[in-house]
């Protein structure tokens, strides 16, 4: 919804991640809320009511601020956060039940220095402004039916909106809004920094991607993702934030049309993988802004064995190879030509892709180790194991590519 008025109104789209604090033994049921910039809002009453105790609501609060670091780092993917400093900002939630959510996020459009927050919703009910008359400078809600039972009610489908989708909308966005404050974009001029969507003509394939060039970039990562993911994976998203952090740029972009992607023969095919990757690279190198940066390649599940195959090629200037969870065993008969340093990052629990990462590097040439992140599953989904590999990847990357000779790509 905030997608939609955003595009009504022509401004800018960002999002202020918020986490509901829900009573211990009934979540559901909202006694506060978090929000970035370590916004804490508490509902006395219902703490009271449900004899919530300071070391429960602490420990509720503990758990939630993980995930709302884990989600802002994965939606923004290295986007800089939009300055609210002197704007008009319109906060927009799918309804309010308790409000805690809406309140957070206000909260923090003020902290940010907004001139005038409006807060704007589809439903709410009866009473709400005398509970809300202090968060924000107008309160809107195109309707306030009774009886109000739950914002849920007033939907025909009211599902979680997937990391993937926020992801979607808020790079739609800001490409729009960019292309409609600028005019076409020169590609060849236009200044860096960058973080935009972009359109890759590999031969008779048009495929999506997403290029993200941090300032004073000397370095560029190539994400090949595995089977069943694509550019908008919250986990390589996040992956590449942190080495956009670290000044690097990153492309993110999908291996296989959509088209393509129906056919699941063609998310094994290690060879039409690896093809494509390295077609994508040499298409990236010859813009202006990259020209001459070293590459290094990322690879994840069936990924990591694209990127091991693309490495292998003897004209694929190919600084470094970092898998994670990968199954580099896909590129067998090409692992003894990898010349680019390895590093096979692989979690402690996923006992049966380790032993396959193991023989791998038996075959490997070239300089590699296999890094084991303690008490991670394959999609390192537990908390920290994540963080921990993509620090690993950042460190990596740091070492065998800034120091690495700056490419040259024939035209």
Not at 24 to 48: K, W
Not at 181 to 197: F, H, I, K, L, N
Not at 283 to 290: E, F, G, I, Q, T
Request: charged residues 25%; proline residues 5%.
């Amino acid at each position: 919804m905030a997608y939609e008025v955003a595009r009504a109104l022509d401004a800018p789209l960002d999002v202020v991640v918020v986490r509901k604090l829900g009573v211990p033994f009934q979540p559901e049921l909202g006694m506060g809320a978090i929000a970035e910039n370590g916004v804490r809002v508490v509902n006395s009453e219902i703490v009271q009511m449900a004899g919530v105790t300071h070391e429960e609501l602490d420990a509720v609060e503990t758990r939630e601020r993980i995930e709302l670091e884990r989600r802002a780092n994965t939606y923004r993917a290295g986007r800089a956060r939009i300055s609210l400093e002197g704007r008009v900002v319109v906060v927009v939630d799918d309804g309010i039940a308790t409000g805690s959510t809406a309140k957070a996020a206000c909260q923090v459009a003020r902290e940010e220095g907004a001139s005038r927050v409006i807060l704007a919703v589809p439903v709410a009910p009866v009473a709400w402004t005398r509970r809300l008359a202090d968060s924000a400078d107008e309160l809107v809600s195109l309707s306030t039916p009774e009886p109000f039972f739950g914002v849920g009610q007033f939907y025909r489908h009211f599902t979680q909106t997937t990391d993937d989708q926020v992801i979607d909308y808020l790079d739609r966005a800001a490409t729009a809004h960019a292309s409609k404050a600028t005019g076409p974009v020169d590609r060849d001029t236009e200044p860096r920094p960058r973080d935009e969507d972009i359109t890759i003509e590999a031969g008779y394939e048009r495929l999506g991607g997403h290029l993200t060039i941090p300032e004073h970039a000397r370095a560029i990562v190539v994400f090949a993702h595995g089977s069943g993911s694509s550019r908008h994976s919250p986990r390589n998203r996040y992956v590449a934030s942190v080495l956009n952090e670290a000044g690097l740029a990153t492309l993110l972009f999908d291996l296989l049309t959509a088209e393509e992607e129906h056919d699941r023969a063609n998310v094994f095919d290690i060879d039409l993988l690896g093809r494509r990757l390295i077609e994508v690279t040499r298409l990236v190198l010859r813009r202006p802004d990259l020209a001459g940066m070293p590459v290094g390649y990322f690879g994840a599940s069936t990924g990591a064995a694209a990127a091991l195959r693309a490495a292998a090629d003897p004209d694929a200037p190919i600084a470094a190879v970092v898998s994670r969870g990968g199954r580099p065993d896909l590129a067998g008969p090409h692992l003894d030509a990898v010349r680019a340093p390895t590093l096979l990052i692989v979690g402690g629990r996923d006992t049966e892709v380790l032993r396959l990462n193991r023989e791998a590097q038996v075959l490997l040439r070239c300089m590699s180790e296999v890094a084991v992140v303690p008490g991670a599953t394959h999609l390192f989904e537990e908390a920290g194991t994540l963080q921990e590999a993509a620090e690993l990847a950042r460190d990596w990357f740091l070492t065998h590519l800034i120091a690495a000779p700056t490419t040259t790509t024939a035209s």
